[in-house]
């Protein structure tokens, strides 16, 4: 069993900063691609920015410029720097995973319960 815990997330006020991190733990063999998405209230899921193990980094447009996907291997964490908030960044932030549980090459993916990113005056 894998786990993703999200921590980081809270209230800041427009033009402020947060970091987030997620931390996998568990039955890990390796970790492939790791991502950040957010919902808002009455909106889809979205990708917010993604990194390869290699870290090759993709980021949504509305984003690009102010935040900041990162990943520590040794850790099995990665982090989003997020820099100039919008009120329209507010959403819920959850991580993702994609994971080798054992040296059979098969990939599973995991999702972390999310925290709540609120930027408002």
């Known amino acids: 069993q894998v786990q993703l815990v999200e921590s980081g997330g809270g209230l800041v006020q427009p033009g402020g900063s947060l970091r987030l991190s997620c931390a996998a733990s568990?039955?890990?063999?390796?970790?492939?691609?790791m991502g950040w998405y957010r919902q808002a209230p009455g909106k889809e899921r979205e990708l917010v920015a993604a990194?390869?193990?290699?870290?090759?980094?993709n980021y949504a447009d509305s984003v690009k410029g102010r935040f900041t996907i990162s990943r520590d291997n040794a850790k099995n964490t990665v982090y989003l720097q997020m820099n100039s908030l919008k009120p329209e960044d507010t959403a819920v932030y959850s991580c993702?995973?994609?994971?080798?549980?054992?040296?059979?090459?098969?990939?599973?993916?995991?999702w972390g319960q999310g925290t709540q990113v609120t930027v408002s005056s």
């Open positions: 993702n995973a994609d994971v080798r549980i054992s040296a059979f090459p098969a990939w599973y993916n995991y």
């Open positions: 990194i390869t193990v290699g870290d090759r980094t």
């Open positions: 568990g039955s890990i063999f390796s970790i492939n691609a």
